[in-house]
């Protein structure tokens, strides 16, 4: 906290300059930050706030001023509080405060598959729209009969990559198919890819431009006529990783290389990040991790359950988690990478 104060000073003062709004990318950057820290520091002062006042009626209890009751109430508003801000300290990343781009691709299956993949991606809009995050589409590939292939959307907001960290990998789909006339219970796969947004100055990431390829297209999916009438979207592909990005957003071809080029360098920021996370764990031998891409989830909705196959936690509403409700999916991951307890057990 102490860090977090001296920040937002250093940084208030930078706005004191006349020619602050120069730079308006930078400006906002830095609005940003003192927005964040001032946000840590209100917490902290509540939760600083609320153990005093438990302390306080609990001495008053002991004399005969306050019931036992009185205490025990203040006591679980308090501990609510505290573990609040044992979660939020898990976004404790420089990265965690990022915008996120969230891309979903179907699996194996034709139609089920791509139907799964249209689920993902409304479950996803509709948690960043309660969250009060803004969600801004990139890319979409149309399934053939139904759904879609792949997306790849931003979600705009303070920690929206911290909250959405966890949710690489697989996600399993198990029900009794609606494309089958036979009705038979039909599994499918659906694999979600979730990167920080670099913008500004955050971080800087370099890219030679003879490491890159531009292909240019007309878009398809959602966007509107206008956006199909031109060849507008483009793909960007850094040839060293075969990393690609594309991006159909807006009518304009600049714009939409602009977009696509950030896209790349969050990739490749996202990919140092796990070079490193790796040798990490070969430093800590001791810890449990998933491995990339493998599967983190399984949805099976004849049966009503949706269970998280890292943390264990689990619920018996698939139909309120697909409608959005992920943050306690999200918490519990959290806090089991913080402290894994090792390999859930997957019976189910």
Known sequence: MDHRSIEVEDLTSQTLDPNFWNEPKRA????????????????FGALARAVDDTEGLYEFQKESMATEAEVDAQYVETA???ADAEFRSTLNQKEDEMNAVL???AGAGGTEACDWASMILRMYRMWAEKAGYKVIDLFEQDGEAAGIKSASIEIRGDY????????????????ISPFNAQGKRQTSFASVFVYPLIENDEIEVVVSPDDIRWDVFRASGAGGQHVNRTESAVRVTHIPTGIVAECQADRSQHRNRDTALNMLKSRLYQ???????AEKDKIEAGKSKIEWGSQIRSYVLDDRWVKDLRSGYKVHNPDAVLNGELNEFFKAYLM???NPTGEVD???
């Open 80 to 82: 609510g509080i505290l």
């Open 28 to 43: 906002e950057t830095i609005q940003r930050k003192i927005g964040i820290n001032k946000k840590w520091l209100d917490e």
């Open 336 to 338: 089991w990478e913080r």
């Open 346 to 348: 997957d019976d189910e």
């Open 103 to 105: 891309t979903i691709n």
């Open 271 to 277: 990919l140092e990040l796990r070079k490193r996370q």
């Open 160 to 175: 929206a990559y911290g909250w959405l960290k966890g949710e690489n990998g697989v996600h399993r789909l198990v029900r």
